[in-house]
């Protein structure tokens, strides 16, 4: 079954206790994103990756960083979480270098405490 | 950042009349795509325009595109309970980068 899987689902920690949110993709896509959602504001784009050991900051990247070292797995890295990052985490992917349709993964409820 | 902006935030009707959403955007588009989410879920894609196209219908939908106005309108006919959930636009132009709204919270009520 194609699908985006994201871990941990649910995850509570504390102010600066670093994390990182695993994504990864089993279509082969060469696209892969990361969002977060917050009530009010939509999704907004934290990084995205155009394809392997390619990534570009999108809207909101200060303190978080992301690296693809492989075509499937695109991991989100909070090196010192504070509590505005607690918020829904979605990791989503497309096929080609045009983005027509993103398939997007369960999504990461994150709080910090 | 240069958001999309929906409207209305959110609506509620009856089973069996039509649902409009809005979506505006600021910049120019290569495509502009509709997404779907039930409460606190993934993302689902449902249809996509391209900046060439005026109009296309996936089953009881229906998106309108006006790039002179910078607008587009999703459509969603007969609506069902089932149809219940947050709407959200996505603006595409190139690269990598895509602008959601703020998204429209639809109601059916059986």
């Known amino acids: 079954e194609a699908q985006v899987t994201q871990n941990p689902r649910y995850l509570i920690t504390v102010t600066g206790k670093k994390l990182t949110v695993t994504c990864s993709q089993n279509m082969n896509h060469e696209y892969m994103s990361w969002y977060r959602q917050d009530p009010g504001l939509g999704l907004r784009q934290i990084y995205y990756?155009?394809?392997?050991?390619?990534?570009d900051k999108g809207d909101v990247p200060e303190g978080y960083k992301v690296s693809r070292k492989e075509k499937r797995n695109f991991p989100l890295i909070l090196e010192s979480p504070s509590p505005n990052q607690t918020s829904l985490y979605f990791c989503?992917?497309?096929?080609?270098?045009?983005?027509?349709?993103?398939?997007f993964g369960p999504g990461t409820r994150l709080t910090v405490t | 950042s240069q958001q999309g902006e929906e409207d209305p935030q959110a609506l509620s009707i009856q089973e069996g009349e039509n649902a409009t959403m809005n979506c505006s955007y600021k910049?120019?588009?290569?495509?502009l795509q509709w997404y779907r989410q039930n409460s606190g879920r993934g993302l689902v894609h449902l249809i996509l325009?391209?900046?060439?196209?005026r109009e296309k219908h996936s089953g009881r939908l229906r998106v309108t595109l006006d790039t002179s106005k910078k607008s587009s309108s999703l459509l969603i006919t007969a609506s069902r309970a089932a149809d219940t959930a947050s709407y959200f636009c996505a603006i595409y132009a190139q690269g990598g980068k895509l602008i959601f709204g703020q998204g429209t919270e639809l109601s059916v009520k059986p």
């Open positions: 910049t120019s588009i290569n495509n």
């Open positions: 989503a992917s497309s096929s080609g270098q045009v983005i027509y349709e993103q398939y």
């Open positions: 325009i391209r900046s060439n196209e």
């Open positions: 990756s155009m394809n392997v050991e390619v990534t």
